[in-house]
């Protein structure tokens, strides 16, 4: 059973810690440290208020009793004070036995002299204990002492964790958080071992990274990436056979991340003409493979691929009629669409849709056989779907791939797509969505002190989601922006922007001759990531601006449920395709610009995912043609 902590001495520059049955406490100031302490330790965060109470035991007036029992238990953690000015404070490092621990480090003050050592006294000191020195290895010793031993004292100095001094980095990004679970599972032991891995790029010391600059963030290395993209537009190897259920994928992946980094690639124009020619089937839509079934997702990548690439040769070889009918046979009543006939419906196959839709220009009537065609023609293609993404927000706050199911990042991204593809955003996301739960939920997605996102709740940080989650602040904030409902942001930007490109271009990165880009640390690049993590950068790279919604006589009518909800709902649609998203360099509040000038990558699409004048190209290009 841990005794009472005293701590004593006339400057008080001591920072101790009790590893109990509980775990590591930490003792964090309180209006009982003398002033010239509090000065020297400021708690930046929310931390449990520990009890302390003035000894009553005839102690000089400046001991401090602190009952142990009242203490917070982190076990098997590192925990790590903040600082102000320029005085370090140490990193405490515990193993996870329940017995008793004692361990204590000192803070060496300002104004004290190197040799001045204070006292740590023990009343019933545990019968087990164990120095902060052989439980941290590469540290000095602590020394501790036994139960017949009440007047130890420590007399080494433990070193704090220093980033490398000439690299402008963060603490927030070079050590664990302050406050953390006391509770060890599986996914808690995973989230500990993704930032030990994370930690030596973050802080500039990996020697993997061939140079860092003065913010301790390494180059984007263009010169391995456009390979790695290149060998996967070639032949494959007989080993990657079972990635032919998805080609329509690596064509996009492949050709917009060569287009975020500024390669021209029309030069595969030809190539992929004649490739996805026969991925097309007679029923409409596109095959992940040759003879496949047409699937809502190889359709959204084949036809993105496809104005990539841009020019007539491209658009023509799109049969729009069967895809215009084939599109009405998913369009379910409810107003979502399944992924293929006979599959699952679901936020993904909503948002394929709507953006085919938009940018072939097809039209919204619906065939006899589409299972939601109604005879008055109140219903077309994109009616009801900001109702089935509606549906589909969780009680967290976030999107859910169908009703009622578990939140998650890319199904956010969908939501908000689908909306700002519907209506201006500032309209229909604020009428359709809860936006501060949102808001809140996605927040929630960036840690530190990785900087990245993951996917859902209690998940670890992925670079894919650089994008999936990145991405959906953009189209938040034209919504905050131009909404006379919500209150405008009022920070520069929702999300850290510097954690998210540190998390790229250290973590995300894959550093060797192979090149291309990866989920984090310890993973295999592929072409997957390299597509979306270099979207997010884009996403943190640029800002957006879009101008506030008109009021028009269809707005007016729309929202207050006019006659003819269907033209309503197309005329919405098209003044939101045509509406002009402006992007610009961010060039926010949050400091100096931590990235190279040449390491910035094009902007794309906030909605569309592609570059701006792709869509516009080929939205161009079917509005002048009559019929099919």
């Avoid at 003398?34 to 003035?54: A, G, N, W």
């Avoid at 405490?92 to 480090?105: D, T, Y």
């Avoid at 199904?411 to 209506?423: E, P, Q, R, S, V």
Wanted: proline residues 7%; contains cysteine.
């Amino acid at each position: 059973m841990p005794g009472i902590f005293r701590v004593s001495g006339p400057r008080f520059p001591l920072c101790a810690s009790l590893i109990g049955a509980g775990g590591l406490v930490v003792i964090p100031h309180t209006p009982q440290i003398p002033p010239e302490l509090k000065s020297r330790i400021i708690i930046r965060q929310p931390l449990q208020v520990l009890s302390f109470s003035e000894s009553s035991a005839g102690s000089a007036a400046s001991d401090i009793e602190i009952p142990a029992e009242t203490c917070m238990g982190l076990p098997g953690r590192t925990y790590v004070l903040p600082r102000d000015s320029s005085e370090c404070l140490p990193r405490f490092e515990v193993g996870q036995r329940r017995h008793a621990r004692i361990a204590a480090c000192y803070v060496q003050n300002a104004t004290a002299r190197a040799h001045d050592r204070d006292t740590v006294q023990w009343q019933q000191t545990p019968s087990e204990l164990r120095s902060l020195g052989s439980c941290a290895p590469g540290r000095a010793n602590a020394r501790a002492t036994s139960d017949n031993d009440s007047d130890s004292v420590v007399d080494e100095e433990i070193p704090p964790h220093s980033p490398n001094p000439t690299m402008r980095i963060p603490d927030l990004f070079t050590q664990y958080p302050i406050v953390r679970d006391a509770l060890v599972t599986p996914t808690s032991q995973a989230q500990d071992e993704t930032v030990e891995a994370c930690l030596p790029f973050l802080r500039g010391e990996s020697d993997k990274v061939t140079t860092y600059n003065e913010h301790g963030v390494a180059s984007l290395n263009r010169e391995t990436h456009l390979p790695f993209l290149r060998q996967w537009l070639g032949r494959l190897p007989g080993r990657l056979m079972g990635f032919d259920a998805g080609r329509p994928w690596f064509f996009y992946w492949c050709l917009a991340a060569l287009t975020l980094l500024g390669e021209d690639v029309t030069q595969y124009r030809a190539d992929l003409v004649e490739t996805v020619r026969f991925l097309q089937n007679p029923e409409g839509g596109f095959g992940g493979g040759f003879g496949h079934l047409s699937h809502l997702a190889t359709t959204y990548a084949a036809v993105l691929a496809l104005a990539l690439v841009g020019g007539e040769e491209a658009y023509d070889v799109i049969d729009r009629k069967a895809m215009w009918r084939w599109l009405g046979r998913l369009k379910q009543p409810d107003g979502g669409f399944q992924v293929c006939l006979g599959g699952e419906e679901d936020i993904r196959g909503a948002y394929c849709a709507a953006v085919i839709i938009t940018l072939l220009r097809l039209p919204l009537e619906l065939t006899p056989e589409s299972p939601a065609y109604k005879e008055d023609g109140s219903v077309n293609l994109l009616t009801g779907v900001a109702d089935y993404v509606r549906s589909c927000q969780t009680y967290e706050g976030g999107i859910s791939g169908q009703p009622n199911a578990e939140a998650h990042g890319a199904y956010a991204f969908c939501a908000l797509g689908c909306l700002a593809i519907l209506d201006h955003p500032a309209r229909s996301i604020a009428k359709y969505l809860d936006v501060p739960r949102l808001i809140s939920w996605l927040s929630s997605r960036q840690y530190a002190p990785e900087g990245g996102f993951s996917g859902r709740t209690n998940k670890l940080v992925d670079g894919c989601y650089s994008h999936w989650v990145g991405g959906c602040f953009p189209l938040i904030e034209a919504c905050l922006n131009g909404s006379d409902k919500l209150p405008a942001a009022d920070e520069p930007s929702l999300f850290s922007r510097e954690g998210l490109i540190r998390y790229i271009l250290t973590c995300g990165q894959d550093h060797s001759r192979m090149g291309g880009m990866r989920d984090k640390p310890g993973k295999f690049p592929d072409a997957y990531h390299t597509c979306y993590v270099l979207n997010g950068l884009s996403a943190a790279q640029h800002q957006w601006e879009l101008d506030p919604p008109a009021t028009t006589t269809t707005t007016t009518a729309a929202e207050e449920g006019g006659n003819d909800m269907a033209a309503d709902t197309a005329a919405l649609a098209e003044a939101a395709a045509e509406a002009v998203w402006a992007v610009l360099p961010y060039l926010g509040e949050e400091g100096p610009q931590i990235f190279d000038h040449k390491d910035r990558v094009r902007p794309i699409h906030p909605v569309y995912t592609i570059p701006t004048r792709c869509v516009k190209a080929m939205r161009d290009y079917y509005g002048t043609v009559e019929g099919f």
